[in-house]
């Protein structure tokens, strides 16, 4: 490993180089994100989303969340919460 010595540099620079490290030391060791295709109902839904239960119903009301109806009820799979959750 080469030898490097730095006489200026801002904090700027200095954080946006610490921050660049981290990423990639971050990316080479973090788990592949799995998806997951659970079907959740409303409750855990909303444990799931960290949100509540009303939040979730006007969300698939207004088609900003995907949801199914079954026998009556809702269910929500995860892929679509975090889908939701990021939008």
Not at 14 to 23: A, G, R, T, V
Request: a positive charge; glycine letters at 4%.
């Amino acid at each position: 490993m080469e030898a490097i010595t730095i006489t200026q540099i801002t904090s700027k620079e200095l954080e946006s180089i610490i921050e660049n490290s981290l990423i990639r030391v971050l990316a080479k060791h973090s788990k592949p994100e799995t998806k997951s295709n659970k079907a959740l109902n409303i409750k855990a839904a909303s444990e799931f989303a960290g949100c509540a239960e009303s939040t979730i119903r006007k969300a698939f009301r207004e088609k900003r969340l995907k949801g199914h109806r079954q026998a009556g009820r809702l269910y929500f799979f995860e892929e679509d919460l975090v889908r939701w959750i990021k939008s």
